[in-house]
């Protein structure tokens, strides 16, 4: 009946509408902020190895010494340009005269097919100070004398097919050996680290070494990773005289018996790993004193005890695992605790509680509430405490701050900041179809 609506009608209609698109675009927005923007480019991964205290100058006239050029044409390095500077720092030289020297080297993705280890090459490279194989599965060959001893660093990463402690045994003069996922026959680590009196940091990891950890470990070692074997036997209580001990990863092992009872002399330690090994008897008191611990992760052993307070005081953890073991009592941790720490599991403690009037059961701990006499309620049927029962699966324990792998809290917080968006936008939608509708019949 109405032909034509006020033109003020029709303005107001005008701006509703354009109101309307605004709204919903920006909630678009909104809904769209939580997925990750892809910003972090790869970064490359090679590790280099360090330059040794001799730093050269990159400026040197002098050119490689002949004899190490042929070296590494034989070993199919690329010379055409200046071989002392490589991309990748592949090669490090000296800037001695009238001819350079090589000090580093580093051979990287090679293959069997086009590259063979000979003698005469590795004896005219004697100059080294730092050798590196990474992703090299060629053969071993003997190494001659002159470049075993010459040798400070050693890097052997899923390269060189199989080595043997033997073999190892001769880089004498070595302060850094790393030999990672390429397997290491050998009866004892003590085969191995005999000779070498100077180590300041040792990696054999996922090599399936076996045998014993040696009592006689160098005293200046920094830096011990041995996880990923097949190592048994008891942890040394020689070990606890490492002063310098900043790095400990014993983790996915066979061993067995107690920590240490002087563990706490280990004063420098910041990362521990003890993870996955059959491990007993409970957190040792000593532990108190090591002031700089970051990083601790005892989880899937067989530790009983309480869990000791005094690691609530540690000031710079940032990561604690305590998950899968046997822990009972209440544990001693508050919700400020907790919230500092990166990481934080103690699931699969079948007999370990939380005090209820200390913390939410929204933490969702993957443990019982206690009841009044320290022990574990039986828990209700819900999802929640479910996982409480649950030894088995490590997805159940879902710690306070998920910036773990497993993003659990993060999942779980994303699809319902969505849902929001979603939910916020379509009832403004409908609310100013509505409107619209009824200024519409006013104004006709
Ligand atoms: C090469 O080594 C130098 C000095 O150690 C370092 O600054 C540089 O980032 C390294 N380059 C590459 C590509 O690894
Ligand atoms: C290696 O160490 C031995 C002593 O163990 C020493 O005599 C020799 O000079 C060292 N070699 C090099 C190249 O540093
Ligand atoms: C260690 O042994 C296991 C089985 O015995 C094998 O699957 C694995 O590849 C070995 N690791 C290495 C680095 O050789
Ligand atoms: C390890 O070395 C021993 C002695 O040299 C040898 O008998 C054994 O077969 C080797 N084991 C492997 C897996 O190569
Ligand atoms: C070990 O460390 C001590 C003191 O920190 C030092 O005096 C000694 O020279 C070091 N020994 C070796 C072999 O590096
Ligand atoms: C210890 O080693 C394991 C396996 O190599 C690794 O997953 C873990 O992150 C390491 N822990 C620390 C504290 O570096
Ligand atoms: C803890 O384990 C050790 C060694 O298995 C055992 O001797 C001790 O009785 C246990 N303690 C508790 C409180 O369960
Ligand atoms: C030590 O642990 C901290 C905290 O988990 C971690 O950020 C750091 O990378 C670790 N350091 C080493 C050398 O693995
Ligand atoms: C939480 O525990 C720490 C010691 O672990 C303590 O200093 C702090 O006051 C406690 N916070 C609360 C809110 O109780
Ligand atoms: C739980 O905490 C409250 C308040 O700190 C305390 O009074 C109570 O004794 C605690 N309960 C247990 C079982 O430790």
């Known amino acids: 009946?109405?032909?034509?609506?006020?033109?003020?009608?029709?303005?107001?209609?005008?701006?509703?509408?354009?109101?309307?698109?605004?709204?919903?675009?920006?909630?678009?927005?909104?809904?769209?902020?939580?997925?990750?923007?892809?910003?972090?480019?790869?970064?490359?991964?090679?590790?280099?190895?360090?330059?040794?205290?001799?730093?050269?100058?990159?400026?040197?006239?002098?050119?490689?010494?002949?004899?190490?050029?042929?070296?590494?044409?034989?070993?199919?390095?690329?010379?055409?340009?200046?071989?002392?500077?490589?991309?990748?720092?592949?090669?490090?030289?000296?800037?001695?005269?009238?001819?350079?020297?090589?000090?580093?080297?580093?051979?990287?993705?090679?293959?069997?097919?086009?590259?063979?280890?000979?003698?005469?090459?590795?004896?005219?490279?004697?100059?080294?100070?730092?050798?590196?194989?990474?992703?090299?599965?060629?053969?071993?060959?003997?190494?001659?004398?002159?470049?075993?001893?010459?040798?400070?660093?050693?890097?052997?990463?899923?390269?060189l097919k199989t080595l043997t402690g033997f073999w190892l045994s001769h880089f004498h003069n070595l302060t850094d050996l790393t030999v990672s996922a390429t397997p290491v026959n050998a009866s004892g680590l003590y085969v191995i680290l005999g000779n070498m009196k100077k180590l300041n940091s040792i990696t054999i990891s996922h090599a399936n070494l076996t045998g014993y950890i040696t009592k006689h470990l160098n005293l200046n070692l920094t830096h011990i990773d041995l996880s990923g074997n097949k190592l048994r036997g008891k942890i040394p209580n020689s070990i606890t005289l490492l002063e310098d001990l900043d790095f400990l990863n014993l983790s996915s092992n066979a061993l067995v018996g107690e920590i240490p009872t002087s563990f706490g002399d280990l004063i420098s330690l910041r990362n521990l790993s003890l993870?996955?090994?059959?491990?007993?008897?409970?957190?040792?008191?000593?532990?108190?004193?090591?002031?700089?611990?970051?990083?601790i992760d005892l989880s899937s052993n067989q530790l009983n005890g309480t869990i000791p307070s005094f690691i609530s005081e540690m000031k710079s953890l940032k990561y604690l695992n305590l998950a899968s073991n046997d822990f009972h009592g209440?544990?001693?941790?508050?919700?400020?605790?907790?919230?500092?720490?990166?990481?934080?599991?103690?699931?699969?403690?079948?007999?370990?509680?939380?005090?209820?009037?200390?913390?939410?059961?929204?933490?969702?701990?993957?443990?019982?509430?206690?009841?009044?006499?320290?022990?574990?309620?039986?828990?209700?049927?819900?999802?929640?405490?479910?996982?409480?029962?649950?030894?088995?699966?490590?997805?159940?324990?879902?710690?306070n701050n998920g910036d773990d792998s497993s993003g659990k809290s993060e999942h779980h917080h994303g699809p319902s900041k969505v849902v929001l968006g979603v939910s916020i936008g379509l009832s403004s939608i409908v609310f100013l179809i509505v409107f619209l509708v009824l200024l519409s019949k006013w104004c006709g």
């Open 1 to 159: 009946m109405a032909a034509a609506a006020s033109p003020f009608c029709f303005t107001l209609l005008l701006l509703l509408l354009l109101l309307s698109t605004a709204a919903t675009s920006s909630n678009k927005t909104i809904s769209l902020s939580p997925t990750p923007s892809p910003t972090s480019s790869p970064t490359p991964t090679t590790p280099t190895p360090t330059p040794t205290p001799t730093t050269p100058s990159s400026s040197s006239p002098s050119t490689l010494d002949p004899k190490q050029l042929r070296a590494l044409q034989s070993l199919n390095i690329p010379t055409a340009k200046d071989p002392c500077q490589s991309k990748n720092n592949a090669t490090l030289c000296d800037s001695s005269k009238p001819f350079r020297h090589l000090l580093s080297l580093s051979l990287t993705n090679c293959s069997p097919n086009d590259v063979a280890l000979s003698f005469t090459a590795l004896k005219s490279l004697s100059s080294l100070h730092s050798l590196s194989f990474l992703n090299c599965p060629i053969s071993p060959i003997r190494f001659p004398p002159e470049l075993s001893s010459s040798l400070r660093s050693f890097t052997c990463i899923h390269s």
């Open 275 to 295: 993870a996955s090994n059959s491990l007993s008897g409970s957190i040792p008191a000593s532990m108190s004193a090591i002031p700089g611990l970051v990083h």
């Open 330 to 399: 209440v544990m001693p941790f508050n919700g400020s605790f907790i919230k500092r720490l990166a990481v934080f599991k103690v699931g699969g403690n079948s007999n370990l509680c939380y005090n209820h009037s200390v913390l939410s059961s929204k933490l969702k701990l993957g443990i019982a509430p206690c009841d009044k006499h320290g022990l574990p309620v039986s828990p209700p049927a819900s999802k929640a405490d479910s996982s409480a029962d649950d030894n088995s699966n490590d997805s159940d324990y879902d710690e």
